[in-house]
């Protein structure tokens, strides 16, 4: 069975920081790009950050850039996504997705329907 689980949420004061967690099992992630999203209540899921299979990121959105960034450790099946700089505006729940691709550079897409195995999501709520 091809698995994510995310881990890490909770809630953090604005200014914070936390580091989330996605586990992948069933699969090698390294053969993935692995995306992270959100989707705060009542939005559209938006893609945060994605990691290509070497380890290559996109441009972050406006909204996170310079506060988010994303990692994996391909021998231990995981990618990070590292979150400083808190603000209320984050508050939402976070997902990681995987696509398989051929490619070792680049993520392919950003679009969430070109992801096809999904976590069930950390909630992330920041707030004093």
């Known amino acids: 069975q091809l698995q994510l689980v995310e881990s890490g949420g909770g809630l953090v004061q604005p200014g914070g920081s936390l580091r989330l967690s996605c586990v992948a099992s069933?699969?090698?992630?390294?053969?993935?790009?692995i995306g992270w999203f959100r989707q705060a209540p009542g939005q559209e899921r938006e893609v945060v950050l994605c990691i290509s299979r070497s380890g290559g990121s996109t441009p972050s959105a406006d909204s996170v850039k310079g506060r988010f960034t994303i990692s994996r450790d391909n021998n231990k099946n995981t990618v990070y996504l590292q979150m400083n700089s808190l603000t209320s505006e984050d508050t939402a729940v976070y997902y990681c997705?995987?696509?398989?691709?051929?490619?070792?550079?680049?993520?392919?897409?950003?679009?969430?329907?070109?992801?096809?195995?999904w976590g069930q999501g950390t909630q992330v709520t920041v707030s004093s």
């Open positions: 069933g699969f090698n992630l390294g053969n993935y790009v």
């Open positions: 997705a995987a696509r398989p691709s051929p490619y070792r550079n680049g993520c392919l897409s950003l679009s969430s329907i070109e992801y096809n195995i």
